[in-house]
């Protein structure tokens, strides 16, 4: 039996990790993940190694970018002065050197991705990215509680879903792991924790860098918070969709 237990709140994509996402009306998402998500990510110009903002300060400036689907189905990069170009710009190396201060661009993880063949490098990808991230309402009220902190904006913890919950403050989605969820049409299963890293404490736009936040999470939640899951079947997720959660 399956209860109801929040509602779809914001849903998020990140077409170039490391990169600010793209809130969004919804996804399309499968068992691979989200469709159009992390198709991309940063490099270092002069080493070709991948961008790891979590532990080299050089990269942080990275989430004052943002990335996008564009109209044309083609992953879009905006800087802060608000202009945007395409993931295979020409111009787009240069861009990107003068915002970090070194060589930098653009790869793929791997050709064709997108259903367009680009002439990009092919990069690593530093991790392996599993298909969703949740994350709830009632995580970022029990946080805000343990460590004193004002109201925490959710974009700090880069989820795919941000459930509102109806338990009020508690880390709530730790005990959904090994269970179903429900999803508007979309059967999910809930698969780990997600274990905190030094992301969540990186400044971006209208956030400050703040170590606290680790810190708290460390102390109070195992270092974990949210978690990732993977659905069952391809299927669309929307803002304001019902979530149901079972065995």
């Known amino acids: 039996m399956m209860i109801e237990i929040g509602k779809v709140l914001e849903v998020w994509r990140y077409p170039v990790s490391s990169l600010g996402g793209e809130r ?23 080493t070709g ?11 942080r400036p990275a989430l004052f970018l943002s990335a996008q ?14 202009s945007v170009l395409r993931v295979d710009d020409p111009a787009l190396d240069d861009a990107l050197a003068a915002h970090f201060g070194f060589p930098a661009g653009v790869g793929a993880y791997r050709p064709g991705r997108n259903g367009v063949e680009l002439r990009l490098p092919i990069v690593s990808n530093r991790y ?23 109201a925490i904006d959710g974009r700090r913890f880069r989820p795919t879903l941000l459930i509102e919950t109806h338990e ?3 880390f709530v989605e730790a005990n959904w792991v090994g269970q179903r969820l429900r999803i508007g049409d979309v059967q999910i299963e809930v698969t780990e ?3 905190r890293c030094g992301m969540t404490l990186v400044a971006q736009p209208g ?3 703040d170590p606290a936040i680790l810190r708290t999470i460390m102390r109070h939640a195992a270092r974990n918070l949210g978690v ?11 803002v304001g969709d019902t979530v149901y959660a079972g065995t």
């Not at 083609?74 to 608000?82: K, L, N, Q, S, T």
């Not at 969703?132 to 805000?144: E, P, V, Y």
């Not at 990732?228 to 929307?238: K, L, S, V």
Request: hydrophobic share 35%; charged share 25%.
């Open 24 to 46: 969004v009306p919804h996804v399309e998402v499968s068992p691979e993940g989200v469709v159009g998500d992390r198709l991309f990510g940063l490099f270092d110009g002069t």
């Open 49 to 59: 190694r991948t961008a790891s903002p979590e532990q080299e300060p050089r990269w």
């Open 69 to 82: 689907i564009g109209k044309n189905g083609m992953a879009e990069i905006r800087f802060p002065d608000d």
């Open 128 to 150: 392996t990215p599993l298909p969703l991230h949740l994350l709830t309402t009632s995580s970022l009220l029990r946080l805000t509680e343990v460590g004193g902190f004002p």
């Open 168 to 170: 009020g403050e508690s």
């Open 193 to 195: 924790p997600t274990r």
């Open 207 to 209: 956030i400050s860098e």
């Open 228 to 238: 990732y899951a993977c659905p069952a079947q391809r299927g669309a997720i929307r």
